[in-house]
C-alpha cells in the first residue's frame, strides 16, 4: 500500500511541474500590449508605463466634470499634445514650477474616459526634480507634511491621541 501512495504522490509531483512549465512557456508567448505613446519597458518602475517627454503647454488646476480628478498638464511633444493628469496632491511650489515653456518629462500609464485618452502620471520629472504621483499600482501618493509626522510620532490618534 506505502507503494502505490508513494506512486501516485511522485505521479502528482511530476504533474504539478508539467502543468506549471506549461504555464510559464506560454507567458513567455503572450504578445505585450502596444500603445500610440512612446513605451520603454525595463526603464520605468512598470512594465507596462510609458516615458513622455515635451514642454508644458498649459497647466489646468479647475476640475471638469468627465476627467480624472487632479491638476491636468497638456504637454506638447512631436507627436502632439498630451493630457497628463497629475492628482490632486501636488504642493503649490510644484504647480507653479510647472510653468509654460517648461520641459518636462512624465512617467505613467494610458488610461480613455469618455473617449478621451489620458495619461495618468506615476512620476513627474521638472527641473530635475523627480515628484511621485502615483505608486506601482497607480493609486495616488499624497505626500505628507512635516506637521503630520510630528503629530504621529510616539501617539496614537485613537480616542483623540495621547498628550
Do not use: C
Not at 513567455?28 to 526603464?43: A, K, R
Amino acid at each position: 500500500m506505502t507503494v502505490t501512495t508513494n506512486k501516485f504522490l511522485v505521479a502528482a509531483l511530476y504533474l504539478g511541474w508539467l502543468v506549471s512549465s506549461a504555464a510559464m512557456a506560454q507567458a513567455l508567448d503572450t504578445p505585450q500590449p502596444t500603445s500610440s505613446l512612446n513605451h520603454q519597458p525595463g526603464s520605468v518602475a512598470h512594465p507596462d508605463d510609458i516615458t513622455v517627454a515635451g514642454t508644458v503647454q498649459k497647466v489646468v488646476s479647475k476640475h471638469t466634470p468627465g476627467t480624472p480628478v487632479g491638476v491636468h498638464l497638456l504637454v506638447n511633444r512631436e507627436q502632439g499634445v498630451i493630457d497628463a493628469n497629475v492628482g490632486p496632491y501636488l504642493s503649490k511650489s510644484v504647480q507653479r514650477s510647472l510653468s509654460s515653456g517648461k520641459p518636462v518629462q512624465i512617467v505613467g500609464f494610458s488610461q480613455t474616459s469618455g473617449g478621451q485618452n489620458y495619461l495618468l502620471a506615476r512620476q513627474i520629472v521638472v527641473s530635475g526634480r523627480q515628484i511621485v504621483i502615483r505608486n506601482e499600482h497607480g493609486f495616488l501618493v499624497r505626500p505628507q507634511s512635516q506637521n503630520i509626522s510630528r503629530r504621529h510620532k510616539g501617539q496614537t490618534d485613537l480616542n483623540g491621541g495621547n498628550q
